[in-house]
């Protein structure tokens, strides 16, 4: 990928249509990239769930903190 930078600002351009010309480009069949999107989407729903899960957990850990810490809840083993 360097090979096909440019520049001499000190800020780099990519050579676009050098780098399609020069290198083979590879488009996969409708229902392939349907099925890498039904996997990614499923990955997703995933993630943003568990970021729910986490955000929730985080809130009540600094609700319940202070309070243990206080003495004003006790956990009995």
């Known amino acids: 990928?360097?090979?096909?930078?440019?520049?001499?600002?000190?800020?780099k351009n990519f050579r676009l249509n050098d780098?399609?010309?020069m290198e083979p480009?590879?488009?996969p069949p409708k229902d392939k990239v349907a099925e890498?999107?039904?996997i990614i989407d499923t990955i997703n729903a995933q993630m943003q769930t568990t970021g729910l899960e986490s955000s929730k957990l985080v809130e009540?850990?600094?609700?319940?903190?202070?309070?243990?810490?206080s003495g004003e809840i006790e956990?009995?083993?």
């Open 1 to 11: 990928m360097f090979g096909y930078e440019n520049g001499t600002s000190g800020i």
């Open 19 to 21: 780098f399609l010309s």
């Open 25 to 27: 480009l590879i488009i």
């Open 36 to 38: 890498f999107q039904k």
């Open 60 to 69: 009540t850990r600094d609700s319940l903190l202070p309070r243990l810490m």
């Open 75 to 77: 956990v009995r083993l």
